[in-house]
């Protein structure tokens, strides 16, 4: 039986190749689509909320370090999801007409 471990270089790898594919998607958008992204940014951060909480109620109290990790992954991801939530309403307020 063949075991495959990830080491940490690889991780650098896919990191590095993620952000440049990342970098090249969202320069390409149209204008059109960026209230669609920014609902499926939303649901992203919403999962990184929903991991983080888990991982802080999983982690060790004497383990320091990675409840500060998950920590500020929970306030960045809420900040994230809010502020995605406040622009796509602006920007769908933008299209509503108003009755007279």
Do not use: C, W
């Not at 109620?57 to 004497?62: A, G, I, K």
Request: proline letters at 3%.
């Amino acid at each position: 039986m063949t075991h495959y471990f990830i080491t940490d270089i690889d991780g650098v790898y896919v990191l590095i190749f993620s952000l440049l594919i990342g970098i090249e998607v969202i320069k390409n958008v149209p204008a059109i689509l960026h209230t669609p992204l920014m609902s499926g940014a939303n649901a992203i951060s919403g999962i990184i909320l929903i991991g983080a909480v888990i991982q802080v109620l999983s982690v060790p109290e004497t383990a320091y370090f990675e409840l500060t990790l998950a920590s500020f992954a929970i306030v960045l991801a809420t900040i994230n999801i809010s502020g995605g939530f406040f622009v796509t309403y602006r920007m769908l307020s933008m299209f509503t007409t108003t009755k007279k």
